[in-house]
């Protein structure tokens, strides 16, 4: 029996929305390390939900953002959302997680209970005189403890693992806005880790990191991929969409193409896609 949750036009104030965001704060995606080998192994299988984007619409004053986006992502697929910037990727990541009002229909279908969304953002800004550790960091976003009273020994492995998985377990103790934008990016990843979601949605994870870690990341998105999760990730880097994608879908306020990367990412296809004024929906 299918398990489906419906997030119908709503405000940042639904409870819909709140609780899909509270359960996207909270969690962790998958994680790099610097080994030659990303542990496929260890993750669990689970099974993802199938996301259903039906006439969303997005008007902010009197700018459509927005304009009837429908699409569907598989489950258990990597999918992957591509267009230019103020196209409205991140405003669409938005709406699924309950931040902005929207019309239309967005739907998850789960394949039994609800299960964990995890979300990783684009970046996050830390003042490089602000005392908070990588430590102090990972648990004010994964436990409900204080984060002053240390790791809980509930999710002190977790975190610990995690940590080590994207190649910061040897700098646990550096401050946040000491860290390079890469190394920030890569506690973001290990925070997205806990607990393990069922549906994860990436927000240009490759932006800031360095060519180690690009190799890792790429890695875990076939470790995803196996391991049964949904990933919706938002991308620049089209020669890595290309590969690493199952499906691509071009965004630049409506939906301009939904289809294989082979059959996606053609030169007229980016053309229309990456023009100031998108000439069709096509």
Request: charged content about 20%; hydrophobic content about 40%.
């Given at each position: 029996m299918t ?7 709503t405000?940042?104030?639904s ?5 899909l965001l509270?359960?996207a704060?909270?969690q962790s995606?998958?994680?790099l ?5 990303s ?16 006439e969303?619409?997005l008007t ?9 986006v429908t699409?569907?992502i598989?489950?258990g ?6 267009g230019p910037?103020g ?6 990541i938005?709406?699924?997680l ?15 209970e ?11 800004e ?6 908070m550790t990588v430590?102090?960091?990972m648990?004010a ?10 790791l809980?020994?509930h ?13 910061m377990?040897?700098k646990?103790k ?6 390079s934008?890469g190394?920030?990016q890569?506690?973001l990843?290990?925070q997205?880790l806990?607990?393990?979601?069922q ?5 240009e994870p ?5 060519e180690a870690?690009i ?9 995803w ?25 071009g965004?630049n306020?409506?939906?301009l193409?939904d289809a294989?990367p082979k ?5 007229e296809r980016?053309?229309?896609l ?7 929906a096509?």
């Open positions: 398990a489906q949750e419906t997030i119908s036009p405000t940042p104030e409870p819909v929305g709140a609780s509270a359960k704060s909270r995606t998958s994680s390390n610097d080994t030659p080998h542990r496929a192994g260890s993750l669990p299988q689970v099974s993802g939900p199938t996301l259903d984007f039906a969303v619409s902010l004053g009197r700018t459509t953002i927005l304009d009837k699409f569907q598989q489950p697929s990597v999918h992957a959302l591509v910037n196209g409205g990727k991140s405003s669409l938005k709406t699924l309950g931040q902005m009002p929207h019309q239309g229909r967005l739907s998850l279908q789960w394949p039994g609800p299960g964990t969304i995890g979300y990783v953002p684009q970046a996050l830390f003042d490089r005189g602000l005392p430590d102090d960091f648990a976003m994964c436990q409900r403890r204080p984060a002053f009273l240390g809980s020994k999710y002190a492995a977790a975190i610990a693992e995690a940590l080590e998985r994207v190649g377990q040897d646990r550096r401050r946040m806005g000491a860290l934008g190394e920030r890569r506690v990843l290990a997205g806990i607990p393990s979601p549906l994860l949605v990436l927000d490759m932006s800031a990191l360095d870690g190799q890792v990341f790429e890695r875990l998105l076939g470790d991929r196996q391991s049964g999760i949904t990933v919706l990730w938002i991308e620049h880097d089209l020669e890595a969409v290309g590969r690493l994608a199952d499906r691509v879908t965004l306020r409506w939906v193409f294989t059959q996606a990412l053609t030169p980016l053309l229309t990456f023009s100031t004024h998108p000439r069709s096509a």
